[in-house]
């Protein structure tokens, strides 16, 4: 980072460990106080509440229907950057037995975004100390519902479609994310360009049979044996029918059939995700598990009823917001501490975004099991690393001004796209 803006990469760092006490602070109220996706009313309070510290004052709440997610701009002019956090939290119930566990029943903050906020406060608190040095303009997105989606228009849509639609994007030129990884090395930043987390798809399945009392099956077509035949044979379509040099998986999440030990149900119902490089090859397998499905059943007297939703495509990045990314946290961590990555299997609605946008999702690694740190996203046992929480804001509040620079130096990154 360039002196231009009067704001140097030292001055960054010490300010964001001079409130890495509020950090923690902050990360471990929002973890106590998960909310599931469209219903972050609470933790919408509280970024509000937080940001007007600060001195905000033109805050935003809720995108379109939605009534829950913060946005506030610093600033003016162009070019203008958005830096997006999510919100929510997951129909999961924590086993980390931390002293801030989650007070919410069956929900918890099992993917990070507790930490999301945290770091996009963190990075607020420090523009905004900095905003007669910005030369040009913020947009600070605190996203509702990244992890489902419900239908209010044509299409089921989550947050990040919520936002596109609410017109917030329609004068950014470039997006950046931060999202930190449990299985990634501690205090690293990791990324690539290009394709970063699959496109995906999910789907519903219900096996409709015959019920018959269970010491007489002869009599019922069995909608449980058939199922499970389908979950076996679908997996053909992962192993025969795509390319193996083609990154893919489909997996079976929930199964349900039966009510009693002694009764053959009248139905069986599975459902699950898919998952792929390509839009197109989740589309194929989607087809292609329907068809296997009904020729089963078919097969055992049954029949199906199959609906799919495809996710949209994958998130991918683009290449200079890559080259922003590395630079900046290259200036805050030193080189050793920035890493490519290969593409991720998850899925993310940051897809909504870089589909539209010049943008780059980067990871913040975690990993410390000598601290307990290490689970995989969405494990009811997954823990978020404090200590690396002050690197993250530095990290994206370098990126800001690298941006400017960069964008002031060599003109590129500046959309011209419309939705």
């Not at 950014?172 to 999202?179: C, K, P």
């Not at 049954?302 to 200079?320: F, H, K, M, Q, R």
């Not at 003109?411 to 011209?416: I, V």
């Amino acid at each position: 980072m360039n002196s231009n803006n009067h704001i140097t990469v030292d001055q960054i760092k010490n300010d964001a460990e001079v409130i890495k006490k509020e950090l923690v602070e902050w990360r471990h109220y929002l973890h106590a106080h998960p909310e599931l996706s469209f219903k972050e009313e609470r933790t919408t309070h509280y970024i509000v509440n937080k940001i007007k510290n600060f001195g905000y004052t033109d805050i935003q709440i809720g995108f379109g229907p939605l009534k829950t997610g913060v946005m506030v701009e610093i600033g003016s002019g162009r070019p203008c950057v958005m830096l997006r956090a999510d919100i929510d939290a997951l129909p999961i119930q924590e086993q980390t037995g931390v002293e801030f566990c989650s007070q919410s029943k069956g929900v918890s903050h099992a993917c990070g975004h507790d930490a999301h906020i945290t770091n996009l406060l963190g990075v607020a608190k420090l523009l905004k100390k900095y905003e007669n040095s910005i030369k040009g303009r913020v947009k600070l997105l605190f996203q509702p519902a990244e992890e489902t989606r419900v239908k209010i228009y044509e299409k089921p849509l989550s947050g990040a479609g919520y936002v596109v639609r609410s017109g917030a994007i329609d004068d950014v030129d470039a997006i950046f994310g931060m999202h930190v990884w449990g299985m990634f090395s501690k205090g690293k930043i990791y990324v690539k360009s290009g394709p970063t987390m699959m496109a995906s798809g999910r789907f519903n399945l219900k096996v409709i049979g015959k019920g018959t009392h269970g010491a007489s099956p002869h009599l019922g077509c069995d909608p449980i044996t058939t199922i499970c035949q389908i979950v076996d044979g679908i997996q053909t379509v992962v192993s025969r029918e795509v390319s193996p040099l083609e990154p893919r998986l489909i997996t079976v999440g929930t199964i349900h059939g039966g009510t009693a030990t002694n009764v053959v149900p009248q139905e069986a119902m599975i459902s699950g995700t898919l998952r792929a490089a390509s839009e197109n090859v989740v589309k194929f397998m989607g087809k292609r598990l329907a068809e296997v499905a009904e020729g089963t059943a078919k097969a055992h007297r049954c029949s199906t009823e199959y609906d799919l939703l495809i996710n949209g495509p994958a998130v991918v990045n683009d290449s200079e917001m890559v080259v922003i990314v590395r630079e900046a946290a290259t200036d805050v961590l030193g080189t050793e501490r920035v890493c490519d990555v290969e593409m991720l299997t998850a899925s993310e609605d940051f897809r909504e975004y870089s589909a539209r946008r010049p943008a780059a999702l980067y990871f913040m690694g975690m990993f410390e099991p000598e601290k307990g740190v290490g689970q995989p996203q969405h494990d009811p046992g997954f823990i978020v690393n404090d200590d690396v929480l002050v690197d993250s804001v530095a990290v994206m509040t370098s990126i800001v001004f690298t941006y400017f620079n960069k964008t002031s130096e060599n003109h590129f990154g500046q959309s011209t796209q419309t939705i």
